[in-house]
């Protein structure tokens, strides 16, 4: 990612994507959290900082936030600093490594259990010849029967190998290769890998322990941590699937464990079964608004600094940008969409700034996309939202359909609510509100 000195760059500086590496001292605003959550000293962020690096013995956290409000970013900084403090953090990207249309818990395990073999790999670990062989012997059986092997991923499964040198550890990790590709791509080998998790998950959960506590003897008592992204965009009932029945076993490794968690779903009331096993925290959205619907300037304020850390505001006509900051309600995502979006107009115009045309334009094509998402059976209930009714909303199951369709958004502090401006604008144009 670059700094846009023309329109023409800005979808690459507005790319949806999270802040990594290199780009977070250039880009990553510091401020944030004071703005989401209106405290200079609460931050969920800094929360899960501080338990991983003195950790107890409730490790696993529940990271819920909105679809787009940062969360992957923050978790990548948080990360920075961990590592810079001696730590290993291993972030698995579920979207990648995983069918998220068709997930199961034992599937968590098993990348747990390959994010602690990489972890031991690359800090020089000494696994004991017992954790070693029961890895290997763990699959071996499974993987002699899944004869499927997918371009290139052949498995050598040596059993002479030492367990005093590195040579065991790439063994594992060799294994781990092709069970990740059948994971996501092969439905009948991935079944007989679930099952042996599911018939066998104590032995499993024995093994990734001692894989854990060998890199925190390594690291002088500093434990591993894993962090699973891309969980909070599992559809509700898939996300119950892998969490609710499973809780005990998911938080049966005694290190730190980061998984992101749709938001909606804390209002479900099968949520409060999980907070006996996992740390809930909220990454709040950067909020316009107060509740009584008085501008908030900080918010303002805060989203115009993260802009100007990757664009010239002069790129942008005058009300231009306040335009679209506005009517995105705090949704960053909503707002690089709509940036990138008009940019891209306006460079087929041959202009060289972003006009209100352009701007509007964008906002239309987004608002239709929410709109998609809502049916008549839901304006009374948005416009009763809308009309003030933003904390005791009493339809949970309704506000729980709106929150995963990101056309109502949850803020921070008393936990209120506000429909998405661009929704707002179309219950207008309907005569609703």
Not at 33 to 59: K, L
Not at 106 to 132: H, N, P, S
Not at 187 to 197: G, L, S
Request: some cysteine.
């Amino acid at each position: 990612m670059k700094f846009a000195e023309k329109v023409i760059d800005i979808p690459n500086a507005f790319a949806p994507n999270p802040l990594i590496g290199e780009e977070l001292p250039h880009y990553y605003c510091e401020e944030t959290m004071r703005v989401r959550t209106g405290d200079d000293y609460m931050s969920p962020i800094e929360d899960i900082y501080d338990a991983c690096r003195w950790p107890t013995e409730r490790n696993a956290f529940l990271l819920l936030g909105h679809k787009g409000c940062g969360k992957s970013t923050e978790l990548n900084h948080m990360s920075a600093r961990l590592r810079e403090d001696g730590y290993q953090v291993f972030t698995i990207g579920c979207g990648v490594d995983l069918d998220l249309n068709n997930p199961l818990y034992a599937d968590l395990l098993i990348l747990m259990g390959e994010a602690l073999l990489k972890i031991a790999e690359r800090t020089g670990c000494v696994l004991d010849a017992d954790t070693v062989q029961t890895v290997r012997e763990f699959w071996t059986a499974d993987l002699e029967k899944c004869t499927t092997v997918t371009d290139g991923a052949a498995i050598q499964l040596e059993g002479g190998a030492s367990a005093e040198t590195p040579g065991p550890i790439a063994s594992l990790l060799k294994i781990f290769v092709k069970i990740k590709a059948d994971l996501k791509f092969n439905e009948e080998n991935r079944t007989i890998y679930r099952e042996k998790v599911a018939k066998r998950a104590g032995e499993w959960i024995w093994a990734l322990k001692n894989v854990a506590d060998k890199i925190t003897e390594k690291l002088d008592g500093k434990q591993p941590i894993i962090i699973f992204e891309d969980l909070d965009k599992l559809n509700p009932e898939d996300a119950w699937k892998v969490f609710y029945h499973y809780a005990k076993t998911l938080t049966g490794v005694p290190i730190p464990v980061v998984y992101t968690f749709p938001i909606a779903l804390s209002y479900d009331p099968r949520f409060s079964a999980l907070d006996g096993f996992f740390v809930p925290k909220t990454l709040p959205m950067i909020k316009l608004e107060n509740i009584d619907g008085t501008r908030y300037d900080a918010g303002y304020d805060m989203i115009l600094e993260i802009i100007e850390k990757r664009t010239h505001k002069e790129l942008f006509a005058e009300n231009v940008l306040e335009d679209l900051i506005a009517k995105t309600g705090g949704s960053l995502r909503d707002l690089f969409f709509a940036i990138n979006t008009a940019a891209q107009r306006a460079v087929r115009r041959k202009s060289g700034v972003i006009e209100s045309e352009d701007a509007d334009k964008a906002l239309e094509q987004l608002k239709t996309s929410l709109t998609r998402r809502i049916e008549q059976r839901h304006y009374a209930f948005l416009a009763d939202i809308f009309k003030g009714n933003r904390e005791r909303i009493e339809d949970r199951e309704m506000l729980l359909e709106m929150l995963q369709a990101n056309t109502v958004l949850e803020y921070n502090g008393r936990r209120w609510h506000n429909v998405h401006p661009l929704v707002v604008q179309f219950l207008k144009d309907q005569g609703l509100v």
